[in-house]
């Protein structure tokens, strides 16, 4: 641009919103080329080690060299360690599948929602909702939630509403919001 339009680098650098100071910069990064091999020789006998163990070793050798570079380095040679997955021992056991609900008070889903006031006090809410009829005969506010409120309040509403035949819950929400 500076030879083709005749102008000098800072007019050219402001007609592109180029900073001038980048235009200018040299790289003062040493040739990495010694670290890269040893790097590469330690993980090809040590395979399962991670860039971590890998920057020990460095360090140990003598290398002066920082754990991002290390790092960095291990990155782009594409020695990264591959994310075993655990094998599942035990089969999941097959469940009857959920059964639609046929009339009011023959299944019900319960579960807790949470909010926060704005003075940063958390709220639970226990909702029970009538599958069939999408009707909700308990939304029962608390700060703090119990094994015995809740069945406090399923009491409360059975027996105003009559009991059903079944309840559906989300028994890891559940055990999580009761134990805080």
Avoid at 24 to 47: G, L, M, N
Avoid at 76 to 91: D, I, S, T, Y
């Amino acid at each position: 641009m500076c030879v083709d339009w005749g102008v000098s680098i800072r007019k050219a650098c402001g007609a592109i919103c180029f900073d001038t100071s980048s235009y200018h910069y040299k790289s003062r990064r040493a040739d990495q080329a010694a670290v890269e091999r040893r790097i590469k020789e330690i993980a090809e006998t040590r395979v399962r080690y991670g860039y971590r163990r890998v920057h020990v070793l460095l360090r140990r050798e003598g290398w002066i060299i920082n754990m991002k570079k290390t790092r960095r380095i291990y990155n782009e040679l594409g020695l990264q360690l591959r994310n075993k997955h655990p094998k599942r021992r035990v089969k999941a056991k097959l469940r009857e599948d959920r059964q639609e609900a046929v009339g009011s008070n023959d299944v019900w889903a319960m579960d807790f929602v949470h909010d926060q006031l704005a003075m940063g006090k958390k709220l639970r809410i226990l909702t029970v909702v009538d599958t069939h009829s999408r009707l909700c005969p308990a939304a029962d506010p608390r700060f703090a939630y119990r094994g015995e409120d809740v069945v406090q309040t399923l009491e409360r509403v059975c027996a105003r509403a009559g009991y059903p035949k079944t309840i559906r819950v989300d028994y890891v929400l559940c055990r999580e919001n009761l134990a805080a």
